[in-house]
């Protein structure tokens, strides 16, 4: 055996000790009160300056100590994550964005995936407030079932009118922008998907599409899923294409939706974007990689987490908080299931 390789008692020692916040300002260049602000997150801070102490902490593999203020706060450094559907790639983006700030600043995460199951959503609650946990970052607003629960939370995506705290995507233009890339490519039957009725966001944008399809004189069918299920979701599309078997455009209500119906619209025989032109909402990795490549309106799943996790940071820490409500731009993404 080689002992060259085998690291010293001294070694492990010192590669064991905490890196001070001392350490992390000699490394990027400033002051110790610099970084101390840039983890509080209280004061201002350049953005050189801030570019310089997250490259050093990520160097030195800084850990902040945030046992004083746990101890103030009695709240720990957790926050839980609870999602709907892992398996639908928006929530693992979410989740990232929210996990690399939160990392960032000493916390860490614990990922609950609750689909639609209330009771199990409970139970992660529960768990959450035995461990003093410092918020929740959900999708769905629990606060009308459980008024009374301390437990600071931040609503994602799924926002709606009785929520406090809360990080979307602006849907109604999301709406409107997906019917006027369809009636400007050239439609004259469309058939307009919503989501689950219970998801308020859904139901702002299937009522934006209608609306601007109404104005546009044009001629619409409404119908309605009720699952993000790929498999569900291509049974839906079988009854819709049935049902009205006129349509040239489908506008759906998520990618997993676009992908399930042009599945099923090639599984048929009929051309997209030629006979049938379809149009997604989310801009999945999935929909660069479908065939044809879904068009789709896109919304940043990334920074959906990511101002979610900013929120839970500052009520956490008792920085005043400007903005309650934070909605996020859409942009349409062009590809080729649209019509030129």
């Given at each position: ?14 590669r064991s000790k905490m ?27 350049g953005q050189d300056a ?186 839906e599309a079988q009854t ?101």
């Amino acid at each position: 055996m080689n002992n060259e390789n085998v690291p010293t008692n001294k070694k492990c020692r010192e590669r064991s000790k905490m890196v001070t916040i001392k350490q992390v300002a000699l490394e990027a260049g400033v002051s110790k009160s610099t970084v101390s602000r840039y983890i509080a997150g209280n004061g201002y801070v350049g953005q050189d300056a801030q570019e310089k102490i997250k490259a050093a902490i990520k160097k030195l593999n800084f850990v902040p100590n945030l046992s004083a203020r746990s101890l103030k706060t009695k709240r720990s450094q957790l926050v839980g994550l609870l999602l709907p559907d892992i398996s639908n790639p928006f929530f693992p983006r979410l989740a990232k964005g929210a996990e690399v700030f939160l990392q960032e600043k000493g916390y860490r995460v614990m990922l609950g995936n609750v689909g639609e199951n209330a009771e199990l959503e409970e139970e992660y609650l529960k768990v959450l407030v035995q461990l003093n946990a410092a918020g929740v970052i959900s999708v769905h607003d629990f606060t009308e079932r459980f008024p009374e629960l301390d437990l600071p939370r931040v609503i994602v995506d799924r926002v709606g009118h009785h929520t406090d705290f809360g990080v979307f995507s602006d849907n109604e233009a999301g709406g409107r922008m997906a019917a006027e890339v369809v009636v400007k490519a050239g439609t004259q039957n469309v058939a307009v998907i919503s989501g689950p009725t219970t998801s308020e966001n859904i139901n702002s944008r299937f009522k934006a599409s209608c609306e601007s399809l109404s104005a546009h004189k044009v001629n619409f069918r409404k119908f309605y899923s009720q699952s993000y299920q790929f498999e569900t979701i291509q049974k839906e599309a079988q009854t819709v294409l049935d049902a009205f078997p006129d349509l040239d455009s489908i506008i759906t209500p998520s990618d997993i939706h676009g992908v399930a119906y042009l599945r099923e619209l090639l599984n048929r025989g009929i051309k997209v974007p030629e006979e049938v032109q379809v149009i997604g909402y989310d801009d999945i990795i999935l929909s660069q990689f479908a065939y044809p490549a879904l068009s789709t309106i896109h919304q940043s799943a990334y920074e959906m987490g990511a101002e979610a996790a900013k929120l839970i940071y500052k009520m956490d820490t008792g920085q005043t908080i400007s903005e309650k409500k934070i909605e996020l731009p859409v942009s349409y993404i062009e590809r080729e299931t649209i019509r030129k």
